[in-house]
């Protein structure tokens, strides 16, 4: 199981990302799905999860600019990312609090705390 982050870029100030992360591999199914981001120099935070109910949760610095979003059937987790300021230059990192997958024989086996690799958002002044 893999989860692929895209999406990054250089962006202007004011300007919009959209970031996509997709879950290849056996999938059997995807618990909640989030955002977190590490600027340098700085811890990894959260920006935004999304829960398999429906609920969100976004950090205060990105409320009314950020945007999660899921398609279920493409095991697809997106970050719509408006407004964008310098302060949001980070390394952005998708996150499945547990994914369960299909082995050999049928058999279901749960992985937790699933992180992607990064991708650079860089937004200039």
């Known amino acids: 199981v893999q989860l692929q982050a895209s999406g990054g870029g250089f962006v202007q100030a004011g300007g919009s990302l959209r970031l996509s992360c997709a879950a290849s591999g056996s999938i059997f199914e995807i618990n909640d799905m989030g955002w977190y981001r590490q600027a340098p120099g700085k811890q990894r935070e959260l920006v935004a999860v999304?829960?398999?109910?429906?609920?969100?949760n976004y950090a205060d610095s990105v409320k009314g600019r950020f945007t999660i979003s899921r398609d279920k059937a493409k095991n697809t987790v997106y970050l719509q990312m408006n407004s964008l300021k310098p302060e949001d230059t980070a390394v952005y990192y998708c996150?499945?609090?547990?994914?369960?997958?299909?082995?050999?024989?049928?058999?279901?086996?749960?992985?937790?705390?699933?992180w992607g690799q990064g991708t650079l958002v860089t937004v200039s002044s």
């Open positions: 999304l829960t398999t109910s429906g609920s969100t």
């Open positions: 996150n499945a609090d547990r994914i369960t997958s299909t082995q050999a024989w049928g058999v279901l086996f749960d992985e937790y705390d699933f």
